[in-house]
Nanobody
Framework: QVQLVESGGGLVQPGGSLRLSCAAS????????IAWFRQAPGKEREVVSC????????YYADSMKGRFTISRDNAKNAVYLQMNSLKPEDTAVYYC??????????????????WGKGTLVTVSS
């Protein structure tokens, strides 16, 4: 199993940037497909981005495409989410999650086995 801890959230103004980190322990993160999720108060959880285990392909929700970038650093056993041009509607708790599947993102069925506790991102002027 793997433990995940998110960090990097905070308060930023519209148009600003943040980089979220997802640090893994207990297992090698490279053995998992990874996805970032977010959930705003009173709203359903949604997928932000996904990183395949099999080939490293990256996927983004349409509203995040061009603004957010997912990446993995195997040496640090961590996954990152770079967020640029942030908007008030990006305000949410952001979670990273993992599952030991070779193909996850392309299937679109995000049944994750391991979750972090989340980090809060607030975009406000």
């Amino acid at each position: 199993q793997v433990q995940l801890v998110e960090s990097g959230g905070g308060l930023v103004q519209p148009g600003g940037s943040l980089r979220l980190s997802c640090a893994a322990s207990g297992s090698i993160l490279n053995n998992y497909a990874i996805a970032w999720f977010r959930q705003a108060p009173g709203k359903e959880r949604e997928v932000v981005s996904c990183l395949e285990r099999s080939d490293g392909h990256k996927y983004y929700a349409d509203s995040m495409k061009g603004r957010f970038t997912i990446s993995r650093d195997n040496a640090k056993n961590a996954v990152y989410l770079q967020m640029n041009s942030l908007k008030p509607e990006d305000t949410a708790v952001y979670y990273c999650a993992a599952v030991a599947l070779f193909r996850l993102c392309v299937a679109g069925s995000y049944n994750m086995d391991y979750w972090g506790k989340g980090t809060l991102v607030t975009v406000s002027s």
